[in-house]
């Protein structure tokens, strides 16, 4: 194969052939030998006290196992759900949470009881003939009110529902920037909570080997690392008692991140009935256990002057946090950190609080707090936009952070990389046709029909991360990443990584990357990850758009050990200083003389032999750590096109455009479809998901894909997408990430589009979801 | 009770005592071992178990496997034929229409269907012909291009011989 540059091109995926033949290996095409399986039984009430479970029909049920309940998991699992300080340090209120309830249950769905069968179908009989007697208790479902000292608690006994709340910064930093204000714009803007629902559900299949004292789990996880960790850490094993097996891995979203119940009992059920023990999630277990995301709202103020320079903000942030609080749930609250979006403050007020409520925990979702703080903060800009009469181009421009003055030291002390909002801005203007469109729309006005532009110049910071940021906001581990490169004596190429794509095309990019770096055949180097038992101690999963930005540039250095031991090897067999080494197209050669040359090859045969450098160990083969010295700091323009149908509501997304800037890209077919799916995924929050539940008992009205509402294929137009790429000066491959992008981008977008679709009637702002219901019903009521 | 059903899976016939109340899909994957046909909801709306039974594409979830009695089904596994994709499955690849992989069987199934019948579908004619199916990761745009670029190549008899598309040279 002719050597040729490999990032940057379109290399198609290497995990598809697996995938469109049938042949791919998600969790439930795993068993083993004698495994039973696992039925979970859930309380079907919001809040109640558990007065009694009545297994004894159960027990006797065919196929039966055995049936147990909280009590039988006391001296199995020890301590209670983790919490990651994220960026709340100090939580006052943490519920204690043990993975199956005993006396109380706080959310419906919450487990009280499990049953093990030969059989699926055994299982699900026997579960339904388990009798629970609950007393029911006030659920606790309105933020607001549960904030209030009167309320009922999301837990008997507790002191209040305030899990968290703190100040970022106060009013005084933002006081001389109101005073100076000629305009001061307020709003309530809702988060929508939405459920992340990858195609996959999630599932476990644990085998516990008895004498041995070894533990397997195979599960379908971003982060099987950590998963070993805690379960380890919870069951009294050490942790190289325990291998945790994340195969292909069918969509996470942020869902697959943090442990969950079943991620302990099913091992522990494994321990206690001394057999393989397999579970596999329903949908609708799905949607009613999965942490959700969002689930908050938020007030704000802008104070801006005449010109439309932006001068200060307030923000709070309140958080529906659900009955117990997510492993990372407390991260949500970069929503604060990031709320001065791609402009310049001259100071932002910035709190969080996070209360309890009796709803399933919310954890991060696709963006995390930073879709939160674009749809803040560009909604904002639109309202000082339409205050002013000003085009909401102008505004933006007129506040944008210049390219000049990067890196930029933001209003809480974070540093923007690298950055140009204008050129990404330009390029999307111009795709969508803007001046157009402006045209267009003041025609269709005069017919009396609604359309919309509606821009979002989105930010993010991701890549997880420094360590100096992120061990204290995981509680101790720092969020770096880790990679081995091993090359084998004939040359193979073996690359682990502490990262696990759940879709993200690792097994392609991350070898594109090797290959250009060591110059030798693309088809012999391999990625493995997602097996704790292979590759380095510890890998930290894939989230925050960190995969490449972290865990691609450790593979980098790794390959960069390797090049150096291969340089100093190299040297000794052309007899040669090692300085005079020059590697290039996969060959050493001595500098000038590129006929005095071992291929790599050569050197990685040679490293296994007996003529090697005096001090020097056999072996072709390094491990790196990547410590990032920052975040990185993708940014873009998304612009959506809709009309609003006055007779129904019905709000048609006509068009749309993203332009995104992810640095240097490395495969440009697999982040194009990073920012379709993501995209889609942001508009879908802006016009149809909602998880609903009722607002007096508690009772998960969305719990089916018939109630919640997905996108299908004949909701979304084409989009229209191109990249300006300004590289990150963070890290050597000049990369940003690119996962989360499109959703932090698009709700703002279709939000702003609805919006100035609707300005004529008055309508400043919309909630999401924005449906047909209640766009007409808005549209009849600005009418009158 | 158990019941017998015989039935012919990707060419291969079968024969089966089941239970009456066993799914069809739960057949294909636990009896064949034929895992290629996913579950992603307990509704039918997702579409991930799609198949073909007597050459219609049918959610696998939506039939008890004695229903199959006597029938002939093709899942994924048997849409390659002697080692060569099915044009289908080449335009998922080259047109990078999945990313996680879960959605894509019951997708390409279904594709298969659509242009079985519609040889030449306009994109709405596609988006309509596959609104069955759930995929949380492409925003279709990607399959929707797949599916066309399949129509493409299937009519252009003789099938061209997909060109494998891996590593860039």
């Known amino acids: 194969m002719a050597v040729t540059q490999l990032v940057g091109a379109k290399v198609h995926r290497r995990e598809d052939p697996r995938l469109i033949t049938g042949h791919g290996h998600f969790i439930d095409d795993f068993t083993r030998t004698g495994a039973a399986y696992a039925t979970f039984v859930r309380s079907p009430l919001a809040h109640a006290r558990i007065k009694s479970i009545d297994v004894t029909d159960a027990a006797k049920a065919p196929g039966v196992v055995g049936v147990y309940t909280a009590r039988d998991f006391k001296g199995q699992l020890a301590g209670t759900h983790p919490a990651a300080p994220a960026f709340v340090a100090e939580k006052k209120y943490v519920p204690e949470r043990f993975p199956i309830a005993e006396k109380e249950v706080t959310y419906q769905g919450e487990i009280v009881a499990v049953v093990l069968a030969e059989s699926r179908g055994q299982a699900a009989d026997a579960a339904n003939l388990i009798q629970v007697e609950y007393d029911e208790l006030p659920a606790v479902m309105d933020v607001e009110k549960a904030m209030q000292s009167g309320s009922p608690k999301a837990h008997e006994g507790a002191a209040d529902n305030i899990c968290w709340d703190l100040t970022y910064t106060g009013p005084e930093v933002s006081d001389a920037a109101f005073k100076e204000a000629d305009v001061v714009v307020k709003e309530r803007i809702l988060q929508n909570r939405v459920a992340p629902v990858p195609m996959e559900p999630r599932g476990v299949l644990a085998e516990y080997e008895g004498f041995d004292k070894k533990l397997t789990i195979w599960m379908s996880s971003q982060n099987p690392h950590f998963i070993r960790l805690f379960v380890s850490g919870s069951m009294g094993l050490k942790e190289s008692q325990v291998r945790v097996i994340s195969p292909d891995v069918g969509g996470g979203f942020g869902s697959k991140i943090s442990p969950y119940p079943e991620d302990y009992l099913v091992p522990a059920l494994s321990r206690i009935a001394e057999r393989p023990v397999k579970w596999i999630e329903t949908r609708t277990e799905s949607i009613q256990n999965a942490t959700h995301g969002r689930g908050q709202y938020y007030d704000v103020e802008v104070a801006a002057k005449k010109d439309g320079t932006l001068l200060g903000m307030r923000m709070t942030q309140f958080l529906d946090v659900g009955a117990y609080v997510g492993t990372f749930s407390a991260f949500q609250a970069c929503a604060c950190l990031m709320a001065g979006g791609a402009y310049k403050w001259k100071g932002i007020s910035a709190r969080t609080v996070g209360v309890l409520t009796n709803r399933v925990p919310t954890d991060p979702y696709r963006g995390a707090g930073r879709p939160e703080a674009t749809h803040l903060v560009e909604r904002m800009v639109d309202l000082v936009a339409l205050e002013l009469k000003m085009d909401p181009v102008e505004i933006r421009r007129k506040n944008f952070i210049q390219p000049q003055e990067f890196p930029f030291t933001q209003n809480f002390g974070l540093v923007v990389d690298s950055g140009d909002y204008d050129k990404a801005l330009d390029r999307a203007l111009e795709l969508v046709g803007y001046e157009e469109l402006r045209k267009k729309q003041a025609e269709l006005r005069k017919q009396g029909r609604y359309l919309g532009i509606g821009i979002s110049t989105w930010i993010e910071l991701c890549g997880f991360g420094p360590s100096a940021a992120t061990a204290p906001a995981t509680g101790g581990i720092a969020l770096v990443e880790s990679a081995q490169v091993r090359v084998t004596p004939t040359g193979a190429v073996l690359v682990y990584t502490g990262t696990h794509s759940h879709g993200q095309g690792h097994e392609t990019t991350f070898p594109q990357i090797v290959a250009d770096q060591l110059g030798v055949p693309y088809d012999s180097i391999e990625l493995r990850h997602g097996d704790t038992a292979e590759g380095t101690s510890f890998g930290y999963g894939t989230y925050g758009s960190r995969s490449l930005a972290v865990g691609g540039v450790a593979i980098s250095r790794a390959t960069g050990k390797v090049i150096d031991k291969g340089k100093k090897l190299a040297a000794h067999m052309l007899e040669a200083a090692e300085e005079d080494i020059v590697f290039e197209h996969g060959s050493f050669h001595v500098k000038g003389s590129p006929d005095k040359a071992k291929a790599f090859g050569e050197v990685a045969f040679a490293s296994y032999g007996m003529n090697l450098p005096q001090g020097m160990e056999q072996g072709l083969e390094a491990v790196a750590y990547f410590d990032p010295p920052n975040l990185v700091w993708p940014f873009g323009t998304h612009i959506a096109v809709v009309e609003i149908d006055a007779e129904t509501g019905h709000a048609q997304l006509q068009k749309y455009v993203a332009v995104d800037d992810c640095g240097n890209i490395i495969n440009p077919m697999i982040v194009d479809g990073q920012i379709h799916g993501g995209a889609v995924q942001g508009i879908a929050q802006a016009l149809y998901e909602e998880v609903v539940y009722d607002e007096e008992t508690g009772q998960l009205k969305t719990g089916t894909m018939i109630d919640y509402m997905l996108p299908s294929i004949g909701e979304i137009p084409p989009l229209i997408l191109d990249h300006t790429v300004t590289p990150s000066p963070t890290n050597e491959l000049g990369v940003k990430g690119i996962g989360e992008a499109g959703t932090i981008a698009a709700s703002a977008a279709v939000i702003n589009a609805i919006c100035d679709a609707l300005s004529p009637l008055g309508i400043k702002h919309v909630d999401m979801p924005a449906s047909p219901d209640k766009l007409w019903h808005m549209m009849k009521e600005a009418g009158k | ?169």
């Open chain 2, 1 to 169: 009770m158990k019941h017998k059903v015989s039935t012919t899976v990707n060419g291969r016939r079968h024969e089966h005592e089941v239970e009456p109340r066993l799914l069809l899909v739960h057949y294909l994957r636990d009896n064949l071992g034929l895992t290629g046909t996913h579950i992603g909801c307990d509704t039918s709306q997702c579409g991930a178990c799609t198949i073909h039974v007597d050459g219609k594409a049918v959610k696998s979830c939506t039939m008890f496997a004695v229903q199959a009695e006597g029938k002939s089904l093709t899942t994924i596994e048997g849409l390659a034929k002697d080692g060569e994709l099915h044009p289908i499955q080449q335009a998922f690849w080259d047109e990078h229409g999945l990313q996680c992989g879960y959605c894509t069987p019951g997708f390409i199934m279904a594709s298969a269907y659509l242009l079985s019948q519609n040889p030449n579908p306009t994109e709405d004619e596609i988006r309509r012909g596959l609104e069955g199916n759930l995929c949380r990761c492409t925003g279709y745009v990607n399959i929707v291009k797949a599916v066309q670029s399949a129509a493409k190549t299937m009519s252009t008899a003789p099938a061209k011989k997909a060109t494998v598309a891996a590593g860039g040279n």
